[in-house]
């Protein structure tokens, strides 16, 4: 079997997504559906059933703007399926199932990172190596990504996995059968996703002063005008659904800082990480991927359309001078902690280059490659990879989060810890690699 080179899968997984999105965003929106009474409309037969085999789904749907606008069964999943021998003919809802009515709201989620998702996990050089569950089945990496795109083959494919689930995007923050606009502007709604190892957003924000004061507010222990932000007031003004930052997930961006050599240095280090840069610095396949994704901002332009939004978001509750104070802080971190990740990069490129480790056959390149995850050959590059997906993570979202002890215990202070036993691994697989060449060959 012929096997194409990681990069080339990645760009086409990304070309893929890029293409069901404009697909999705050129179809024709059709007609809202007019307002009826469900009672006696078409999904009455659903209704009827459904409240015997399940009937929490009818109640939460009894319970939403739907049932009230006379949206029913029939609207989202079709009328072809009318008994328990042919489910498989009931419509899964996508994202153009609900741009029939909230086209504003779908044409704002296809331009943004959130759109990008199932494209960006399935673009990862090892995603494939994990068990189908985690993958398609929505157990893992798949169930928080699943909100992403997909083109038609990729609905058939997950089709056969998982029996077509996880075609749908707006029910991962309004869950079905509710779909509750207040359920969504709850931060508790980014929870499942924003927490955890590589992107513990719920709990800094939890712990941060703007979450104790969400949580007050909510417990009325201050008044209900009481400044509290939630993730939605500063991620998604006024509504949209686009859903960005200033610096993107991974805290990597152009143009590279031609005022500080020092950080331009490491940025272009941990790029070659990426494996967006070759070792000699040129571009790869990579990097297309990254402009089709837009999952960072490429020129000076894009960022600063993403930091003013957020100042003035900020200036709400702080002086203009307080917030650009504390976002230049937090930016200051990333330079700091990418230093110390460009060192521990080059302490494991040095290694590669000295023949001490060998390059996988996997690999583009005799350099480390951060994207295979745990997947990671050699265990001094298992701790390269948690340095940079957990802890380098925690520095700056936790600084951007408002979150001492995350920016600080759980992010740089690690990150420190991590740069002295990748120095001292290095330092003791030279001088084993050293006494292997210079043992006398075994006598035959």
């Not at 997950?158 to 923050?173: R, T």
């Not at 940025?267 to 402009?291: E, M, S």
Request: aromatic share 6%; glycine share 6%.
């Amino acid at each position: 079997m012929i096997r194409l080179p990681r990069a080339l899968l990645l760009a086409a997984a990304l070309a893929l997504a890029a293409g069901a999105a404009e697909a999705q965003t050129k179809k024709p929106a059709a007609a809202k559906p007019a307002a009826r009474k469900p009672a006696g409309g078409p999904g009455k037969a659903c209704v009827d059933c459904h409240q015997k085999t399940s009937p929490q789904i009818v109640s939460d749907w009894k319970l939403s703007r739907h049932f009230q606008a006379g949206v029913d069964c029939t609207t989202c999943h079709g009328d072809a399926h009318t008994s328990k021998d042919d489910v498989a003919k009931a419509k899964l809802p996508t994202p153009d199932t609900c741009a029939d009515c909230h086209e504003a709201q779908v044409a704002q989620f296809k331009k943004g990172k959130h759109a990008f998702a199932w494209a960006a996990v399935k673009a990862m050089p090892t995603f494939h190596y994990q068990p189908v569950a985690i993958r398609e089945g929505l157990k893992g990496c798949g169930g928080c990504h699943k909100l992403g795109l997909k083109s038609d083959a990729e609905q058939k494919e997950l089709a056969k996995v998982s029996a077509g689930f996880g075609n749908a995007s707006c029910d991962a923050c309004h869950t079905r059968h509710l779909f509750s606009k207040a359920e969504a502007r709850r931060p508790e709604a980014c929870q499942t996703c924003h927490m955890g190892f590589d992107h513990p957003q719920w709990e800094m924000y939890s712990g941060s002063k703007h979450g104790v004061r969400n949580a007050l507010k909510q417990q009325k222990a201050i008044p209900e005008t009481s400044a509290a932000p939630t993730c939605q007031t500063c991620h998604m003004q006024e509504g949209n659904h686009e859903v960005r930052t200033a610096w993107g997930f991974l805290a990597v961006r152009l143009p590279f800082p031609e005022d500080d050599p020092q950080w331009k240095a490491d940025r272009i280090t941990i790029l070659q990480g990426l494996g967006v840069l070759d070792p000699k610095g040129n571009p790869t396949a990579r990097l297309d991927v990254v402009k089709a994704a837009d999952v960072a901002r490429l020129t000076q332009e894009a960022f600063d359309a993403e930091r003013n939004k957020m100042l003035a978001t900020c200036a709400q509750c702080h002086s203009a001078s307080f917030a650009r104070e504390q976002l230049r802080q937090s930016d200051s971190l990333i330079r700091d902690a990418d230093h110390l990740m460009a060192e521990a990069l080059r302490t494991v490129a040095a290694l590669y280059q000295e023949g001490v480790l060998e390059k996988p056959k996997e690999y583009a390149s005799a350099f480390p490659d951060l994207l295979t995850f745990h997947d990671a050959p050699t265990p001094i590059e298992q701790t390269l990879f948690v340095m940079f997906l957990e802890h380098r993570m925690r520095a700056f979202q936790g600084a951007f989060h408002a979150n001492p002890d995350y920016a600080n215990w759980y992010g740089w202070s690690e990150m420190r810890r991590d740069l002295v036993e990748i120095q001292a691994e290095a330092a003791s697989m030279r001088r084993d690699h050293a006494a292997a060449k210079a043992a006398p060959a075994p006598k035959k």
